[in-house]
Protein backbone atom coordinates (compact mmCIF):
# COMPACT_ATOMS: atom_id res chain seq x y z
CA UNK A 1 0.00 0.00 0.00
CA UNK A 2 3.21 1.75 0.42
CA UNK A 3 4.11 1.88 -2.42
CA UNK A 4 0.91 2.24 -4.30
CA UNK A 5 0.81 5.56 -2.18
CA UNK A 6 4.37 6.99 -3.36
CA UNK A 7 3.16 6.13 -6.99
CA UNK A 8 0.14 7.93 -7.01
CA UNK A 9 1.89 10.73 -5.06
CA UNK A 10 4.62 10.95 -7.74
CA UNK A 11 1.81 10.67 -10.05
CA UNK A 12 0.16 13.69 -8.99
CA UNK A 13 3.36 15.89 -8.46
CA UNK A 14 4.60 15.34 -12.06
CA UNK A 15 0.58 16.72 -12.78
CA UNK A 16 0.94 19.53 -11.13
CA UNK A 17 4.57 20.14 -12.95
CA UNK A 18 3.33 19.71 -15.98
CA UNK A 19 0.13 21.48 -15.03
CA UNK A 20 2.22 24.71 -13.93
CA UNK A 21 4.12 24.53 -16.66
CA UNK A 22 1.73 25.35 -19.06
CA UNK A 23 -0.11 27.55 -16.04
CA UNK A 24 3.34 29.97 -16.61
CA UNK A 25 2.97 30.18 -20.14
CA UNK A 26 -0.26 30.95 -20.41
CA UNK A 27 0.86 33.73 -17.71
CA UNK A 28 3.61 34.93 -19.74
CA UNK A 29 1.15 35.47 -23.21
CA UNK A 30 0.65 39.17 -23.28
CA UNK A 31 -1.83 41.19 -21.62
CA UNK A 32 -2.89 42.29 -25.25
CA UNK A 33 -3.02 40.19 -27.84
CA UNK A 34 -1.76 40.86 -31.66
CA UNK A 35 -1.77 38.90 -34.24
CA UNK A 36 2.18 38.52 -33.85
CA UNK A 37 1.40 36.76 -30.98
CA UNK A 38 -0.48 33.69 -32.48
CA UNK A 39 2.82 31.24 -33.25
CA UNK A 40 3.14 31.93 -28.99
CA UNK A 41 -0.66 30.87 -28.54
CA UNK A 42 -0.95 28.56 -30.65
CA UNK A 43 2.78 26.67 -29.07
CA UNK A 44 0.69 27.46 -25.45
CA UNK A 45 -2.77 25.70 -26.71
CA UNK A 46 -0.41 23.20 -27.95
CA UNK A 47 1.16 22.57 -24.94
CA UNK A 48 -1.83 22.52 -23.19
CA UNK A 49 -3.80 19.72 -25.81
CA UNK A 50 -0.69 17.42 -24.60
CA UNK A 51 -1.90 17.62 -20.73
CA UNK A 52 -3.29 14.87 -19.74
CA UNK A 53 -7.36 15.07 -18.84
CA UNK A 54 -6.32 15.57 -15.00
CA UNK A 55 -3.54 17.35 -15.65
CA UNK A 56 -6.02 20.10 -17.84
CA UNK A 57 -7.78 20.31 -14.54
CA UNK A 58 -4.70 21.32 -12.83
CA UNK A 59 -4.50 24.68 -15.30
CA UNK A 60 -6.58 27.68 -13.26
CA UNK A 61 -6.11 29.86 -15.90
CA UNK A 62 -7.26 28.30 -18.67
CA UNK A 63 -9.78 31.21 -19.55
CA UNK A 64 -6.81 33.27 -20.16
CA UNK A 65 -5.94 31.02 -22.84
CA UNK A 66 -9.62 30.32 -24.59
CA UNK A 67 -9.37 34.47 -24.72
CA UNK A 68 -6.28 34.38 -26.77
CA UNK A 69 -7.64 31.81 -29.06
CA UNK A 70 -10.36 33.67 -29.33
CA UNK A 71 -8.99 37.21 -30.16
CA UNK A 72 -6.32 35.47 -32.63
CA UNK A 73 -9.75 33.98 -34.25
CA UNK A 74 -11.00 37.40 -34.04
CA UNK A 75 -7.82 39.67 -35.84
CA UNK A 76 -7.20 36.69 -38.34
CA UNK A 77 -10.80 37.39 -39.50
CA UNK A 78 -10.02 40.97 -39.32
CA UNK A 79 -7.19 41.04 -41.46
CA UNK A 80 -8.82 38.88 -44.39
CA UNK A 81 -11.78 41.61 -44.24
CA UNK A 82 -9.26 44.53 -44.57
CA UNK A 83 -7.46 42.28 -47.17
CA UNK A 84 -10.43 41.15 -49.14
CA UNK A 85 -11.91 45.25 -49.10
CA UNK A 86 -8.38 46.72 -49.98
CA UNK A 87 -7.87 43.77 -52.57
CA UNK A 88 -11.46 45.25 -54.45
CA UNK A 89 -10.22 49.15 -54.55
CA UNK A 90 -6.30 47.71 -55.97
CA UNK A 91 -8.14 46.04 -58.98
CA UNK A 92 -10.03 49.03 -59.51
CA UNK A 93 -7.06 51.28 -59.50
CA UNK A 94 -5.68 49.17 -61.73
CA UNK A 95 -8.43 49.25 -63.78
CA UNK A 96 -7.88 52.75 -64.50
CA UNK A 97 -6.33 53.07 -68.07
CA UNK A 98 -2.91 54.31 -67.91
CA UNK A 99 -3.34 57.30 -69.76
CA UNK A 100 -5.84 59.13 -67.86
CA UNK A 101 -8.53 62.24 -69.46
CA UNK A 102 -11.47 63.72 -68.49
CA UNK A 103 -13.72 60.79 -70.40
CA UNK A 104 -12.38 58.94 -67.30
CA UNK A 105 -13.60 61.68 -64.67
CA UNK A 106 -16.65 59.57 -63.47
CA UNK A 107 -14.34 56.03 -62.65
CA UNK A 108 -11.80 57.99 -60.90
CA UNK A 109 -13.98 59.67 -58.59
CA UNK A 110 -15.92 56.27 -58.73
CA UNK A 111 -12.38 54.59 -57.45
CA UNK A 112 -11.40 57.37 -55.30
CA UNK A 113 -15.26 56.79 -53.23
CA UNK A 114 -14.24 53.52 -52.99
CA UNK A 115 -11.15 54.34 -51.49
CA UNK A 116 -12.00 56.39 -49.53
CA UNK A 117 -15.14 54.42 -47.77
CA UNK A 118 -12.17 52.05 -46.64
CA UNK A 119 -10.77 52.27 -43.37
CA UNK A 120 -7.59 53.15 -42.26
CA UNK A 121 -6.41 49.96 -42.04
CA UNK A 122 -7.47 49.04 -45.38
CA UNK A 123 -6.55 51.92 -46.95
CA UNK A 124 -3.41 50.86 -45.74
CA UNK A 125 -3.52 47.83 -47.43
CA UNK A 126 -3.83 49.57 -50.71
CA UNK A 127 -0.55 48.83 -52.54
CA UNK A 128 -1.17 50.89 -55.84
CA UNK A 129 -2.78 54.24 -53.76
CA UNK A 130 0.21 56.45 -55.60
CA UNK A 131 -1.56 55.41 -59.30
CA UNK A 132 -5.07 57.01 -57.46
CA UNK A 133 -3.54 59.90 -56.10
CA UNK A 134 -2.03 61.18 -59.88
CA UNK A 135 -5.12 59.94 -61.82
CA UNK A 136 -7.17 62.24 -59.25
CA UNK A 137 -4.72 64.97 -59.66
CA UNK A 138 -4.90 64.62 -63.45
CA UNK A 139 -8.58 64.80 -62.95
CA UNK A 140 -8.34 67.52 -61.08
CA UNK A 141 -5.49 69.51 -63.83
CA UNK A 142 -7.34 68.67 -66.46
CA UNK A 143 -10.04 70.10 -65.46
CA UNK A 144 -8.49 73.35 -64.67
CA UNK A 145 -7.18 73.39 -68.16
CA UNK A 146 -10.54 73.01 -69.25
CA UNK A 147 -12.00 75.49 -67.79
CA UNK A 148 -9.38 77.88 -68.59
CA UNK A 149 -10.16 76.87 -72.01
CA UNK A 150 -13.86 77.52 -71.88
CA UNK A 151 -13.43 80.89 -70.11
CA UNK A 152 -10.83 82.39 -73.00
CA UNK A 153 -12.86 81.00 -75.48
CA UNK A 154 -15.97 82.93 -73.50
CA UNK A 155 -13.68 86.10 -73.94
CA UNK A 156 -12.80 85.35 -77.39
CA UNK A 157 -16.47 85.06 -78.39
CA UNK A 158 -17.67 88.27 -76.65
CA UNK A 159 -14.41 90.18 -78.20
CA UNK A 160 -15.91 88.96 -81.68
CA UNK A 161 -19.76 90.05 -80.92
CA UNK A 162 -18.68 93.26 -79.77
CA UNK A 163 -17.34 93.87 -83.30
CA UNK A 164 -19.27 95.88 -85.79
CA UNK A 165 -21.53 94.30 -88.40
CA UNK A 166 -19.74 95.31 -91.15
CA UNK A 167 -16.25 96.44 -91.07
CA UNK A 168 -15.06 98.81 -93.72
CA UNK A 169 -11.27 98.68 -94.70
CA UNK A 170 -10.93 102.85 -95.30
Known amino acids: ILDEAKVTIAKLQADEAAAKSVIEAIAALP ?13 VAMKYATLTEAQ ?14 VTIAKLQAEKATNEAAAK ?9 PAEITLA ?19 QALVTNKAVLTKAKEKI ?8 ANETAAKNVMEII ?4 EVITLE
Do not use: R, W
Open 56 to 69: QLLVTNKDVLNIAQ
Open 104 to 122: NKAAVNEVHEQFSALTEAQ
Open 31 to 43: ATIALKDEENVNN
Open 161 to 164: AALP
Open 140 to 147: EALQAEQE
Open 88 to 96: VVIEAIAAL
